[in-house]
């Protein structure tokens, strides 16, 4: 009874001491169901214990774990031994929480289980942890399987350890071929070496590694890599393992090696080599980047229209040679077509393509082995089509992407190279038109560079100043060949070249060593670089051949206005026996009636002194004709002085006045007063005042049905200068207009010589002036000459022999030019 009551006891306590426990205690019979469970437990379950005892409480387990639970709990009963799995159980709320399930057996003295004991621990925050764990790694090796690289890692030796899905895809192997070494054969022969020689050294310094090689494709190809890895550190600083990664780079190979190859070819271009060659270097390169494919560019030349030559490295000549000199047309070949058309051409197979049945070029291609033939052209930066570049194929074949890309950049570098080579030919050309215009005009140049005194001088302009065509010129030189009185002239041209200011042009002498005279005309200009550095650009022409020419043709114009002057004097005889005569009667009159006031008787005194008086009047009257004539007909120098061009016109006028009145013209002058006085030869200008007169006068001889009007007018012209005017009503200038009046020897009259204009236009020009003439609204015409202000003249004078170098007037400078 004791005994029992100590049971019961023990019992009891033991019940106690397991619902003190915080994990959830049951126990069960040798044979499996359960015959306790813990207060925890059934505070949790929310079970009673005989809901529980037994088979019940498999109602708290999770649907998805009851059968793995049962069948790991039977394997436990068999086995006899201790054992622990995991299973998720419902709270009282019917939330489920995972549990870690152990066992363990209680034996007799005999080693026979009396009881099972268990506990139930809660593991729902480490379970959880767990499998966000394995998620997250599992994210992680999707991740980098993902990767579009080769992921690799390495033990601390060096040693491959895995690779992700993508290396293994890539280059075929297995996940053992990593690791058992079987890596090295993925890598190309010639590059294993260096590889593992880097690696290895960075194994040892733990240095991290990077390196270029080749890897095998699973198709056999080997791709360009770069290969990066870097250690991981513990926290005593030692490597534990590397992480690696090497991604293609096959494409950027391939672009810097296309790039090089562009490069190369660029080169050739601006270093000027020959066409040929540049061309025949771009085909070899495009078959290099695409070796399926062989190339020809075809030169056109568009002046006949037809192909000039063509390029083919790799291409047999029979095939390639007879293009030369065909056609350029839109029906014979693609290239022709091409061409023409300014399109691209592919024929993707020409022995099938029904296009080309009737062209001759089938069954040349074909003769050759070659099936596809893709013609693209060449175009300049205009527009116009240089040439043509072909690609061949030995079977029928589609321009890839890839394709297309290369014909681009062939089709650009083959435009360059021609456009090059044709302004090359063009800029030879034009040097060589450039050197022969120099020669034929001797005119040279030179460029001076002011902040160095660099001169540089050109092929003529050697030859123009005499010296050695192999030597430097120096500026100590050009004085050296200058003239002596035109030194000062020089000097001040480069005062005004060195301060930054250009300069019209000016003449200037040189001395030859053989005290020969060479005439220059200059004309310079200074650029600004954008370094700040002035430069000095400058024509030079030899001037000396016209310069006597010009001497000899004024001696020439000076004789010819004096048989002018002369020649003139035929038909102004009766009108000077007019004008003489008239004073000489009004003398020989006033005598005869002086005598008789003084034979008077008382003589009248008064009468005749006042017909002295006009005796005298009437002599200065004649002796002012006299002095014009001899003037007018003298073979005189001109004389530059200041002149009232009123005045001289009057005097012309009066010469005149008894010729116009016989032809009955109506002479109306109009002279304004304070008309500025005019720089020149006063005999001269007389000269054409009344060679317009004349013109005037003989214009009118045939009219009839209206009066003969002349007007003679002077006024102020608008560059500060003055302006005389002749206008007349006759019959005006004819079919010619007014365009031949003054060329030498034309003439409208039929007793004309056709010179009086011509040299009257010398005269103004030597004035510095201008004559011209002008249709009137009405009938007639009328001519007009202009002649500087003395005023402007004067104020110019002693710059125009300062800057022309020589002596005498320039018009360029008295005109304000």
């Known amino acids: 009874m004791q005994s029992e009551e100590t049971l019961v006891t023990s019992q009891h306590n033991f019940k106690l001491i397991i619902d003190t426990i915080p994990a959830m205690a049951w126990s069960a019979r040798p044979d499996g169901p359960i015959e306790f469970l813990s207060q925890p437990y059934l505070e949790y379950t929310g079970l009673s214990i005989e809901q529980a005892r037994g088979w019940g409480w498999t109602a708290a387990v999770h649907a998805d774990d009851l059968d793995g639970l049962i069948t790991i709990w039977q394997t436990i009963i068999a086995s006899g031994k201790a054992g622990e799995t995991d299973a998720r159980l419902?709270?009282?709320?019917?939330?489920?929480?995972?549990?870690?399930?152990?066992?363990?057996?209680?034996?007799?003295?005999?080693?026979?289980?009396?009881?099972?004991?268990?506990?139930?621990?809660?593991?729902?925050?480490?379970?959880?942890?767990?499998?966000?764990?394995?998620?997250?790694?599992?994210?992680?090796?999707?991740?980098?399987?993902?990767?579009?690289?080769?992921?690799?890692?390495?033990?601390?030796?060096?040693?491959?350890i895995s690779i992700n899905k993508r290396g293994r895809e890539f280059t075929g192997l297995s996940a053992e071929d990593v690791t058992n070494g079987s890596w090295r054969g993925a890598i190309h022969p010639d590059d294993i070496e260096l590889e593992e020689s880097i690696w290895r050294a960075c194994v040892t310094t733990g240095e991290p590694f990077e390196h270029e090689y080749r890897v095998r494709a699973v198709d056999g190809s080997y791709r360009w890599h770069i290969a990066r890895r870097v250690p991981l550190?513990?926290?005593?600083?030692?490597?534990?393992?590397?992480?690696?990664?090497?991604?293609?780079?096959?494409?950027?190979k391939q672009a810097e090696a296309f790039l090089a190859g562009e490069k190369q070819l660029l080169e050739m271009i601006a270093s000027g080599s020959l066409l040929r060659d540049v061309l025949s270097a771009l085909c070899e390169f495009i078959e290099g980047a695409a070796p399926d494919c062989l190339c020809d560019v075809h030169l056109i030349n568009w002046s006949s229209s037809t192909f000039e030559y063509a390029v083919a490295p790799s291409l047999p000549s029979a095939y390639s040679d007879p293009i030369a000199g065909m056609p350029v047309s839109g029906e014979l070949l693609p290239c022709g077509i091409a061409a023409f058309q300014k399109i691209q051409v592919v024929a993707v197979d020409i022995e099938s393509d029904p296009r080309w049945y009737t062209s001759p070029v089938r069954s040349h291609v074909l003769q050759h082995g070659y099936r596809s033939v893709w013609s693209t052209p060449v175009c300049s930066r205009e527009g116009r089509v240089l040439a043509?570049?072909?690609?061949?194929?030995?079977?029928?074949?589609?321009?890839?992407?890839?394709?297309?890309?290369?014909?681009?950049?062939?089709?650009?570098?083959?435009?360059?190279?021609i456009e090059r080579s044709l302004i090359e030919a063009a800029l030879k050309r034009t040097e060589t038109l450039l050197s022969e215009a120099q020669r034929l005009s001797s005119t040279g140049a030179f460029s001076w560079r002011v902040d160095t005194d660099e001169i540089a001088f050109s092929e003529e302009l050697y030859r123009i100043f005499e010296f050695d065509p192999n030597a430097p010129v120096t500026l100590e030189q050009i004085s050296g060949r200058i003239h002596a009185e035109d030194i000062p002239s020089l000097t001040a041209q480069m005062a005004r070249v060195r301060s930054g200011q250009s300069y019209l042009g000016y003449e200037i002498r040189l001395r030859m060593s053989d005290n020969r005279v060479k005439y220059l005309r200059t004309f310079g200009r200074v650029i600004r670089h954008q370094d700040g550095r002035m430069e000095c650009l400058t024509a030079v022409q030899d001037v000396?051949?016209?310069?006597?020419?010009?001497?000899?043709?004024?001696?020439?114009?000076?004789?010819?206005?004096?048989?002018?002057?002369?020649?003139?004097?035929?038909?102004?005889?009766?009108?000077?026996?007019h004008e003489v005569n008239q004073p000489l009667s009004g003398i020989i009159t006033n005598a005869s009636t002086c005598l008789r006031m003084l034979a008077a008787d008382p003589p009248n005194v008064d009468g005749a002194r006042e017909t002295a008086h006009r005796t005298i009047r009437d002599g200065n009257l004649a002796a002012d004709v006299i002095a014009r004539l001899r003037a007018l007909f003298s073979k005189q120098a001109p004389t530059i002085e200041p002149v009232d061009l009123n005045e001289a016109a009057r005097e012309v006028i009066a010469l005149s006045a008894g010729d116009l009145q016989r032809s009955r013209v109506v002479l109306t002058p109009q002279f304004p007063e304070g008309l500025p006085l005019v720089a020149g030869d006063r005999v001269q200008l007389q000269q054409v005042i009344l060679n317009l007169l004349r013109n005037a006068a003989d214009a009118m001889s045939g009219v009839e049905d209206r009066p003969k009007r002349l007007v003679i007018r002077t006024e102020p012209d608008g560059d500060d200068s003055v302006r005389l005017s002749v206008e007349d009503a006759g019959a005006g200038f004819g079919a010619d207009g007014p365009g031949r009046v003054f060329e030498a020897f034309y003439t409208t009259k039929n007793e004309g010589m056709g010179i009086g204009l011509s040299v009257s236009r010398s005269i103004i020009d030597n004035h510095c002036g201008r004559l011209w003439a002008a249709a009137n609204d009405g009938p007639g015409a009328t001519f007009t000459f202009s002649v500087p202000e003395y005023s402007k003249y004067r104020s110019s004078a002693e710059d125009v022999t300062l800057s022309s170098g020589v002596r005498g007037r320039r018009c360029s400078k008295i005109s304000g030019g």
Not at 128 to 153: N, S, Y
Not at 233 to 252: L, N, P, Q, T
Not at 544 to 572: F, I, P, Y
Request: charged fraction near 30%; hydrophobic fraction near 35%; proline fraction near 3%.
């Open 90 to 160: 419902r709270r009282f709320d019917g939330i489920y929480r995972w549990f870690l399930i152990r066992a363990n057996p209680l034996r007799d003295e005999s080693g026979n289980i009396v009881k099972w004991y268990g506990a139930n621990t809660d593991i729902d925050g480490r379970k959880r942890a767990e499998d966000k764990a394995v998620e997250a790694e599992g994210e992680l090796q999707r991740t980098i399987d993902g990767i579009p690289a080769l992921v690799a890692t390495y033990g601390a030796d060096g040693s491959r």
């Open 388 to 417: 043509t570049f072909c690609i061949v194929q030995r079977k029928p074949a589609t321009p890839s992407p890839h394709h297309q890309d290369l014909i681009a950049h062939a089709t650009q570098i083959a435009s360059i190279a």
């Open 544 to 577: 000396t051949e016209r310069r006597q020419a010009e001497e000899a043709l004024g001696k020439a114009r000076s004789e010819l206005a004096h048989v002018t002057r002369v020649t003139s004097l035929a038909a102004l005889t009766a009108s000077i026996a």
């Open 233 to 252: 550190y513990d926290e005593a600083g030692k490597v534990i393992r590397w992480y690696g990664m090497s991604h293609d780079i096959e494409g950027r």
